[in-house]
């Protein structure tokens, strides 16, 4: 893998790529100060889009992105479309317009256009309780599990660890078990007090959608949503994917590097358990579709598929991030000039992604990439706005690639330290058991402990590190999640052990 990294989520296979922080790192903030816009006219508007075009292809050679591709919609007419680079690193098959991508969690803000539906219908309300229509749903603390509002579902303040229990797909755990996992999580903040970005609540807004409409995410989704919008070449489905002749391969940015993940890749399934969060797969030319209804107030050809309420109910902050980024439902709004950004980035194991649409001038654009880690997206999406508004004019994609860059260099190898010898390892080995993911049995295989986990039965294997301390790492996955450590008793022997990525397990008879 690329590099030494505690947390497996944040750096490898999280949706959201998280990737708030890559964006705000490479934009410049500033409040909405112009009442008079002077859009481009054609002739001019032609020269954005030549100029915005090499400028796009440049930056993905810089970056070292094998394949991209990109549209623009303007009022209710997509005004750009092309694809860039290749569908697989080392070979020459093209990316074009119509080349299908796995979209990340920009698939979110379909999860959330649903329940807007559904409150349009009448079926709930925003300041519902979810355990009203989910009477199993469960937090950690009895209290909020009565306040939890639906409202609270997309916002991102929950109070749980950000990406709490995402590992749980990885290895083979259904929507069903995720959801009800939620119960265990400890909070690490207030309940509405903190930003947290989570994807197992996407889950449970699914689950909300399919109780009051008696029909399951995916066939809402189909349904409500793409054949109303002739959104033909999207799907939710891995077969969506892997068996589509026109696709983008995933590959993941090892040290800015592009490395292919085969489609027979054994963790290529956990984006579609999580489907409702970031399982979507389409191309620019259905996401322009997409754009169109979001910037025409819920209206596509003259159809109003969601009321004008609830779109800018969606595209409103609901929680703080800082001064000038608010996470909104399945949005974030970010100030700009001369309007406030409204947008969303999306990451899986292979992809970066970033739709961005601006209400107020009617303007949006998408890029998605096929290559994971990337802040370039966010990068085109900066640029295209400065051509459009005439802003001044600054390198997005360079400053962003320097930064990482100095980043890279100065990222912190774990420490070589004076390390102790560990108890012989059969003093670790045994049955342990979490309310999570249930029961495991570490045993010794050469020089380390291995255990399997989970309904794949992943295999799990810990290097020794530093006396009972271990290194987590996942064989065809990552090569380093974290650290576990071993609670040793009187007696010589481990009674537990605690983990960041998958908790704390409990020894138990054997």
Not at 116 to 121: A, F, I, L, N, R
Not at 127 to 140: A, E, G, H, S, T
Not at 415 to 437: C, F, M, S
Not at 447 to 473: C, M, Y
Request: glycine share 6%; with cysteine; hydrophobic share 40%.
């Amino acid at each position: 893998m690329e590099k030494k990294k505690l947390n497996y989520l944040f750096n490898k296979s999280s949706f959201f790529m998280l990737f708030v922080i890559s964006f705000v790192l490479i934009i410049s903030l500033s409040a909405f100060a112009d009442n008079s816009i002077n859009l481009p006219d054609q002739e001019t508007l032609q020269k954005i889009l030549a100029d915005f075009e090499a400028y796009a292809e440049q930056a993905r050679q810089d970056w070292g992105v094998p394949g991209m591709a990109i549209s623009i919609v303007q009022g209710d007419e997509m005004i750009y479309a092309k694809g860039f680079g290749v569908k697989k690193v080392g070979e020459s098959d093209p990316v074009d317009e119509q080349t299908i991508f796995q979209i990340g969690s920009t698939s979110k803000a379909f999860t959330a256009a649903l329940v807007s539906m559904m409150v349009d219908e009448g079926k709930f309300h925003w300041k519902d309780k979810v355990i009203d229509y989910l009477p199993d749903f469960r937090m950690y603390d009895p209290w909020v599990t009565r306040e939890f509002l639906i409202n609270d579902v997309m916002a991102q303040h929950s109070g749980m660890p950000g990406y709490a229990g995402d590992f749980l797909s990885f290895v083979g755990f259904d929507r069903e078990h995720i959801i009800h996992s939620i119960r265990y999580i400890q909070p690490i903040s207030s309940f509405r007090s903190e930003f947290a970005y989570m994807n197992n609540l996407f889950l449970v807004a699914a689950s909300l959608v399919e109780k009051v409409s008696g029909k399951n995410w995916e066939e809402n989704l189909q349904e409500r949503i793409l054949d109303p919008l002739r959104m033909n070449d999207t799907t939710c489905t891995q077969d969506g994917f892997t068996q589509t002749p026109n696709v983008a391969y995933l590959h993941q940015n090892l040290r800015g590097q592009a490395q292919m993940l085969p489609m027979d890749w054994p963790y290529i399934d956990w984006v579609y358990t999580y489907s409702p969060a970031g399982g979507i797969n389409s191309n620019v030319i259905d996401m322009a579709k997409w754009m169109i209804l979001q910037l025409n107030e819920g209206v596509y050809e003259g159809k109003q598929l969601v009321s004008k309420e609830n779109i800018q109910y969606m595209h409103s902050p609901k929680t703080i991030l800082d001064a000038n980024n608010f996470y909104d439902f399945a949005w974030l709004t970010t100030k700009y000039e001369p309007y406030s950004l409204v947008w969303h980035n999306g990451g899986t194991s292979g992809i970066k992604s970033v739709i961005q649409i601006i209400p107020e001038a009617k303007l949006g654009i998408v890029v998605l990439t096929n290559m994971s880690d990337t802040p370039l997206p966010e990068a085109l999406g900066k640029k295209f706005v400065d051509l459009y508004f005439g802003n001044p004019l600054k390198d997005w994609s360079a400053e962003s690639l320097k930064a990482t860059k100095a980043a890279l260099s100065q990222e912190a190898e774990i420490p070589d330290i004076h390390k102790e010898k560990p108890l012989p390892l059969e003093a670790y080995a045994g049955k342990y058991v979490n309310p999570v993911y249930g029961e495991i049995v570490i045993s010794v295989e050469g020089e380390n402990l291995v255990f399997a986990i989970g309904p794949k039965q992943s295999k799990i294997v810990l290097t020794h590190w530093n006396r009972d301390t271990f290194l987590f790492s996942v064989p065809d996955f990552m090569d380093e999640g974290g650290f576990v450590h071993f609670q040793i008793d009187p007696l010589g022997k481990a009674y537990k052990f605690v983990d960041d990525t998958i908790g704390d397990f409990d020894r138990i008879a054997d």
